[in-house]
């Protein structure tokens, strides 16, 4: 029996493992760029969201001032409010309030019609409750048609203007007698 030989089938399953580890190989990358691709999902969505929160944190706190105005403006004026702050000053409401229309002549003479509003509030209502009077003036010395023009008649010499050519240029006031 010492020359029996032992007979034994030698299998070579190296194909076999490869084929394994290759499949193994892939499914691992799989995951990795599965893992990858949800990662950059997810900061893309992170960065869009901070953008949009910057942005509503920005509109939220920042002050707009024309906003502000414009909000001041649409209220109601006849509020029993005095004072109001528009562009950080005060106006109050309750003051006299003036408005001026000038005209310029061709020789010189400014004809200004002037609208004197008891208080700020009618102005702004266009209400018709003001006094209103007409000036003429040249070179700092003028002339009020209220106080009449015989009462004036140093300031006419001093303007170089003549009483007929001063009830002329009244023609240049706004308002109707």
Same mark, same amino acid.
């Not at 691709?37 to 997810?42: G, I, K, T, Y």
């Not at 942005?55 to 649409?74: C, M, R, S, T, V």
């Given at each position: 029996?010492?020359?029996?030989?032992?007979?034994?089938?030698?299998?070579? =399953?190296?194909?076999?493992?490869?084929? /394994?580890? $290759?499949?193994?190989?892939?499914?691992r990358t &799989?995951?990795?760029? %599965?893992?990858t691709?949800?990662?950059?999902?997810?900061?893309?969505?992170?960065?869009?969201?901070? /953008?949009? @929160?910057?942005?509503?944190? #920005?509109?939220?706190?920042?002050?707009?001032?024309?906003?502000?105005?414009?909000?001041?403006?649409?209220?109601?004026?006849? $509020?029993?409010?005095?004072?109001? $702050?528009?562009?950080?000053e005060? /106006? &109050?409401?309750?003051?006299?309030? #003036? *408005?001026?229309? !000038? #005209?310029? !002549?061709?020789?010189?003479? @400014?004809?200004t019609?002037?609208?004197?509003?008891? !208080?700020?509030?009618?102005?702004?209502?266009? !209400?018709?409750?003001? $006094?209103?009077?007409? =000036?003429?003036?040249?070179?700092?010395?003028?002339?009020?048609?209220?106080? %009449?023009?015989?009462? *004036?008649?140093?300031?006419?010499?001093?303007?170089?203007?003549?009483?007929?050519?001063?009830?002329?240029?009244?023609?240049?006031? &706004?308002?109707?007698?």
């Open positions: 029996m010492s020359n029996d030989q032992i007979q034994y089938n030698v299998h070579d =399953y190296e194909p076999v493992n490869k084929y /394994i580890d $290759e499949k193994a190989r892939l499914r &799989k995951s990795v760029w %599965g893992y691709r949800a990662l950059a999902l997810f900061l893309v969505a992170l960065g869009i969201f901070l /953008i949009l @929160a910057a942005y509503a944190y #920005h509109i939220f706190k920042k002050p707009h001032p024309i906003e502000e105005i414009l909000n001041n403006d649409n209220k109601d004026i006849s $509020e029993n409010t005095s004072e109001r $702050e528009v562009d950080g005060i /106006i &109050k409401y309750n003051s006299t309030t #003036h *408005q001026f229309d !000038t #005209h310029d !002549t061709d020789d010189g003479f @400014a004809v019609t002037r609208r004197a509003y008891s !208080t700020t509030k009618d102005l702004l209502e266009k !209400t018709n409750n003001y $006094e209103e009077s007409c =000036y003429v003036s040249k070179d700092n010395i003028q002339i009020e048609y209220q106080y %009449g023009l015989d009462t *004036q008649t140093n300031n006419l010499n001093l303007m170089g203007l003549s009483k007929s050519s001063a009830v002329d240029l009244e023609k240049y006031c &706004k308002y109707t007698k």
